[in-house]
């Protein structure tokens, strides 16, 4: 997809959930007595999450290598980092909740497979899913070029990235790199958002702006922390969770979106396992089947992401363009 289909996708994700702004942020997971209400629908953010389920495909399932198979489970990476309403822990503090685990067990359903829940920090997914330890990871991880020299991906959402800025901002707008000169920004290291931040900031230099000041936190609570105190002026993540953070708690407002893949095409959010371990395609089938059953309909819906569906998963499409050495 080229820049004209990003700028369509860019307006509904930039309209997703803002209308609740005003208080302040909260950094702290809500109880059960106090669940969000997310795109009209109350979230239910108890362990017993009563997902929605998929019949197994037998013909998909004998697809699935013998030795990934062969215990019965499948084996899924998840960040350690709460990031609502992608994956996050619920009030039971232990159970994993959100979009991504609900789209993994669809597809586990499909495979015939029981998951095996898994979590480390964000750089250890790509090490564990490398090794093989992690059989699949689903975790917002965007497509890219360089990425794809290691992994394989079948995609399942449209990738946005949003500007997140304090509701007191004099901040109107950032959609280009002049935008963001001389500003305290934040974004979390070793993402796609980061390289498309420090190619923003090479812009600027080379133009004779000022550079922008990168301020790095693990977890985004203590970004919340830092838009309120001032530390910094904006953040640059990705916009579900964003736009979730605003819903549910004010405070902020998102001033802009941009693809994770860059100016030319439109990111792609997939499912990512090791480089030619034969699970790709009946992954890429999985998804596909609960895309046209309505399964993945019903999903995303309950977590007020319908406008970040794609129409079909592919297998290692286009993805954000390698870094220039």
């Known amino acids: 997809m080229r820049a004209s289909l990003a700028r369509a996708f860019a307006v509904p994700a930039l309209l997703l959930l803002t209308a609740a702004c005003g208080a302040e942020p909260n ?8 669940a969000p209400v997310v795109a009209g629908k109350k979230i239910n953010l108890g362990p017993d999450q009563h997902r929605v389920r998929a019949e197994k495909v037998d013909a998909i399932a004998a697809q699935v290598p013998k030795e990934i198979a062969a215990d019965g489970k499948l084996t899924v990476g998840y960040s350690g980092t709460s990031s609502p309403p992608l994956v996050f822990p619920a009030t039971d503090d232990t159970t994993l ?3 991504e685990t609900d789209i993994a067990q669809l597809v586990a359903d499909v495979l ?7 979590t480390s920090s964000w750089e250890n997914l790509f090490l564990a899913s490398k090794s093989g330890k992690y059989e699949v990871v689903f975790n917002n991880v965007t497509v890219t070029e360089e990425r794809k020299d290691t992994y394989d991906f079948a995609t399942y959402r449209i990738d946005q990235l949003g500007w997140q800025v304090p509701e007191n901002s004099p901040i109107k707008q950032i959609a280009k790199p002049a935008d963001i000169a001389g500003l305290r920004v934040s974004v979390g290291s070793g993402t796609n958002q980061e390289k498309i931040l420090l190619d923003w900031d090479k812009q600027n230099k080379d133009a004779g702006l000022k550079p922008v000041e990168i301020l790095y936190y693990e977890k985004y609570g203590d970004v919340l922390l830092g838009l309120k105190s001032g530390r910094i002026q904006a953040y640059f993540g990705p916009n579900p969770a964003i736009a979730y953070n605003i819903a549910v708690s004010g405070g902020s407002r998102i001033v802009g979106t941009f693809s994770g893949a860059g100016p030319d095409l439109q990111g792609l959010i997939a499912v990512m396992t090791k480089k030619d371990n034969g699970l790709v395609k009946p992954l890429n089938e999985a998804l596909n089947t609960v895309i046209k059953n309505g399964k993945y309909k019903e999903v995303l819906e309950r977590w007020g992401l319908a406008n970040e569906a794609i129409r079909e998963s592919q297998i290692n499409p286009p993805g954000l363009p390698r870094q220039e050495s």
């Open 27 to 34: 950094v702290t997971a809500p109880s059960a007595t106090t």
């Open 97 to 99: 909740i959100g979009v």
């Open 112 to 118: 015939g497979l029981e998951i095996s829940p898994q």
